[in-house]
């Protein structure tokens, strides 16, 4: 491969690196992906090691992650016993299974932390000395479970949409940012 083309692949993949790393992923997930999505064939395990340098038991494991997030498909060749993979190319597919398991898991778990943390100060035995710091407390902790609860239904309202409707949410920002 051409030495250009070999810089600004392994500048991808660094990229899709830190944007995984980002959204609370493994960095090798983002590398593995960055991989299968710049490969123009389905690639295996056993390439991807070779081209993302990390162990087989770390690809094999990022690559199920990517699997359950489904942005990759696994494909079978026939008379060959490995498994063989290409990249979910609809970005907007790719956000919606994203935000649908970051919602299941940190994202809820965070959403019912401040909610009991709330319920704990305004149950709390304060005594009248520090009333001012609990309802100090109380103020900023309502601010972010408010704000969490409309970035909640946020996501809740982008997951549901179908394809069509992201897509034109898509050319709508991006003929907003293209006025600019």
């Not at 999505?37 to 389905?42: A, G, N």
């Not at 079978?76 to 190319?89: C, F, H, I, P, S």
């Amino acid at each position: 491969m051409d030495e250009d083309l070999t810089r600004a692949r392994a500048h991808f993949i660094q990229g899709m690196s830190r944007i995984t790393y980002f959204w609370g992923f493994p960095k090798a997930m983002g590398a593995i992906y960055g991989a299968i999505y710049l490969s123009p064939d389905p690639i295996s395990l056993d390439e991807l090691v070779e081209q993302v340098n990390v162990s087989k038991g770390a690809v094999s494991t990022n690559v199920c992650l990517l699997e359950r997030l489904n942005m990759v498909d696994k494909h079978l060749q026939v008379g060959d016993r490995k498994d063989y993979y290409t990249a979910e190319t609809d970005f907007w597919q790719v956000m919606k299974n994203i935000m649908q398991e970051r919602e299941k898991n940190e994202f809820a778990l965070a959403l019912r932390t401040v909610g009991e943390s709330l319920d704990m100060v305004g149950e709390a035995e304060v005594p009248p000395d520090e009333a001012e710091l609990a309802a100090f407390y109380q103020e900023r902790m309502r601010s972010m479970k408010g704000f969490f609860d409309q970035l909640d239904n946020l996501v809740t309202m982008l997951i549901s949409l179908d394809t069509m409707r992201l897509n034109a949410l898509m050319r709508f920002f991006a003929n907003s940012k293209s006025k600019e």
